[in-house]
């Protein structure tokens, strides 16, 4: 029996797309080592099902997870047990403890509303590091790099399952609404359908920026390469 949901497909799907979670969790590491040589302690906002963390626990001393979603949550804890996740909103959690490093991978920032929320949400995340932490961000696309309209389509399989996933994306303004279908089959429950709509917000590199200079940390924008959308990363002042 699998589990039911965008939580119970979201490895498969994301696996059979070629998403390469230990090169990036390498690049990652590479890049917040270089910032700061002495970091040994890690923070993955919007971890969902802890596709880095796996990895990046074996590159950093302490590693944990923040999540809104009890179902990711729910994976993520059965597959790293040993691993702390935490509930919570990127936007306004505080935790007791201190990482060296906090990161927002896979353009999961684009949740947020607004650029008063993308404020925030850095100001926590800056909130969470000691002066000379690293804050990294994996953005979205740019407004101007956007494709109305945009179709999506993959199928993913592994044994007795397959999962197909077709997607269309429309914006309106700086807010893009993406409907998800997904088609699931397996041996054991036969074919089920499900829909998942995400509701991401476009900002521009400028407004990502300034949210991490008010946030009080220095910023720079590594392009697209190791890295779909690129990386901003920058250290608390």
Known sequence: MYEAGLAGVYDLVYRSRGKDYDK?????????????????????????????????????????GLERSEDMIGVARAKLPDVTMNQGDMRDFALEREFDAVVCLFCSVAYVSTFEELCATLSSFAGAVPRGGVVAIEPWVFPEDFTPGYVSSHLAREDGRAVARLSHSRREGRLVTMDVHYVEATNEDGITHFTDVHRLTLFSRQEYEEAFTLAGCTVEYLPPGRFDQGLFIGTRR
């Open 24 to 64: 990036e969790s390498a690049h990652l590491a590479e890049e917040i080592l270089a910032r700061r040589p002495e970091a040994a302690s890690l923070l993955d906002v919007a971890s969902g099902t802890g596709a880095h963390l796996e990895f990046l626990r074996r590159r950093f001393a302490r590693v944990e």
